[in-house]
């Protein structure tokens, strides 16, 4: 949805509660007091949710990211909007601008939470097929007095790392014979480190147990081959960056430069989120007029779905 087309479906208040009691009813209300998705009613006039069994009130926000918020639906809509127009994203200072908020700490916090159900949204999925899998090294913002202490390069306090996971089907030229890869669905996780519990814990809650699955020859990888269908292993070099790995490496690429030409440095403790964002939009790169809409239903399907 392009901002024209905004301005004309969501001129005021009401035509966001409309907007949103449509999807909430498409999606299903979960019950708190029933602890199920039960039967609702509506009432227009005081507008709220009536569960048909116990009569528990559900507001338009509750259940969503939106709720105990006091922040306008118009607001928020605005915000969902930003998040999903461009594919390299806001600084909090320019979104804090476009929204017309008084202070900055809202508007980061609305940022991240609309982060955090992008990213909770694509954690539903799990990858399939071929996948490709790497780790990169993502250098965080770290005070001056502490960063000189630090040690440089590969494995520096200074650095996150973030393992990469990039669905990759073979494709074949039937005119030259020439075969390449396209790009499925992507995944990107924070890592506290990389030893073989921690990579094999990943794996398994990400990537299908049918999968074919390619990685360098790091020892961390050693016991893969129980958890997919099949783990080939290739040798470290530009060929591979180029070749079985292409995707990761790209991924990868593109993310440090994402990171550092819009925030120039972020903190570890929300890399998550900032990752989230990513690959939430890296994943839906070919249907952008329907990423507003998309981005409503993630921010309510998770907070519904976790609430038992």
């Not at 004309?8 to 909430?24: G, T, V």
């Not at 399939?128 to 440089?152: C, I, N, P, Q």
Request: proline share 1%.
């Amino acid at each position: 949805m392009n901002i024209i087309d905004f301005i004309n479906h969501f001129p005021d208040e009401e035509s966001c509660e409309h907007f949103l009691k449509f999807y909430r009813e498409r999606t299903g209300i979960y019950c708190k007091t029933c602890c199920a998705f039960s039967k609702h009613y509506w009432f227009s006039g005081r507008k709220f949710f009536e569960c048909s069994k116990c009569r528990r009130r559900t507001s338009l926000k509750a259940g969503t990211v939106m709720e105990c918020s006091n922040l306008s639906l118009h607001t928020w809509f605005t915000a969902f909007l930003l998040m999903s127009a461009t594919k390299k994203g806001f600084s909090c200072l320019e979104f804090q601008r476009q929204l017309g908020l008084s202070r900055y700490e809202t508007a980061f916090n609305l940022m991240h939470k609309i982060r955090s159900v992008m990213g909770k949204r694509d954690g539903i999925y799990m990858l399939k097929g071929m996948v490709e899998y790497d780790e990169a090294y993502v250098e965080t913002a770290t005070s001056k007095a502490f960063k000189k202490h630090l040690k440089r390069g590969k494995g520096s306090q200074r650095q996150a790392i973030v393992a990469v996971a990039a669905e990759s089907t073979p494709l074949e030229d039937l005119d030259t014979g020439k075969t390449s890869r396209h790009c499925g669905f992507f995944k990107m996780q924070v890592l506290k480190n990389v030893t073989a519990e921690t990579v094999e814990q990943l794996v398994e809650e990400a990537i299908g147990k049918e999968t074919v699955l390619f990685t360098d020859k790091n020892q961390a990888y050693v016991n893969l081959e129980s958890l997919v269908g099949d783990h080939i292993k290739v040798k470290s070099s530009e060929d591979s960056a180029n070749g079985d790995l292409n995707w990761v490496h790209t991924a990868i690429s593109n993310l440090k430069k994402n990171l550092l030409g819009i925030y120039h440095m972020v903190s570890e403790k929300y890399l998550q989120n900032y990752l989230g964002e990513f690959v939430y939009k890296l994943n839906r790169r070919y249907f952008w007029d329907k990423l507003f809409n998309r981005l409503v239903v993630a921010a309510i399907y998770p907070y519904v779905q976790h609430t038992e």
